[in-house]
């Protein structure tokens, strides 16, 4: 433990079940409870804000993930749900609301309904870019009484963790 940091909950919790299962590893309760309380924070503090700023998680993830793809910020609609990590359906989904607020076209081929590709268009790319620098703003500030080097520190950290999972990181949303 930090020598400068009080004691809390989650300390509290393993020491409890130390002396309830004696011989049980509990050392994960440090790391685990604090990462969902911290997840719990920035989850809510993040659905607050998107919430203010008018757009939903499922269409931040499709505009950020088209925005991220640099110009013409266009993609087809399997390469969408991939990186999205969603099925096709959820990206169709996602395509049509976006697509009946203006913030994304829909091109298809011939006379079919198939989409080829999804377009951001000047007002998503508007609302995006307005979102996502409140959004940082925000998140910004939860960090804010870390240094630098404690957040650069806590970054390797959480990416070595991750990375010992073996498994495909999810994407997503703005930082994502």
Do not use: N
């Not at 240094?147 to 999810?170: H, S, Y």
């Amino acid at each position: 433990m930090a020598a400068d940091l009080p004691r809390d909950g989650a300390d509290a919790i393993q020491d409890a079940w130390r002396r309830e299962l004696p011989g049980v590893p509990v050392e994960s309760i440090g790391v685990i409870t604090r990462i969902w309380w911290a997840a719990k924070v920035f989850g809510d503090e993040r659905r607050r804000l998107l919430a203010r700023l008018g757009v939903d998680v499922a269409t931040l993830d499709l505009l950020s993930t088209l925005r991220r793809s640099g110009p013409p910020y266009r993609m087809s609609p399997g390469a969408l749900a991939e990186a999205c990590m969603v099925t096709r359906g959820a990206i169709t989904q996602r395509v049509e609301r976006a697509v009946t607020a203006g913030l994304v076209e829909r091109t298809t081929a011939g006379t079919g309904y198939h989409t080829r590709a999804v377009i951001l268009t000047e007002a998503g790319h508007a609302l995006l870019d307005r979102v996502v620098a409140g959004l940082l703003t925000a998140e910004d500030r939860l960090l804010g009484h870390l240094p630098v080097q404690r957040r650069e520190q806590l970054a390797d950290l959480l990416r070595e963790l991750l990375a010992g999972f073996g498994g495909p990181e999810p994407t997503g949303q703005v930082g994502d």
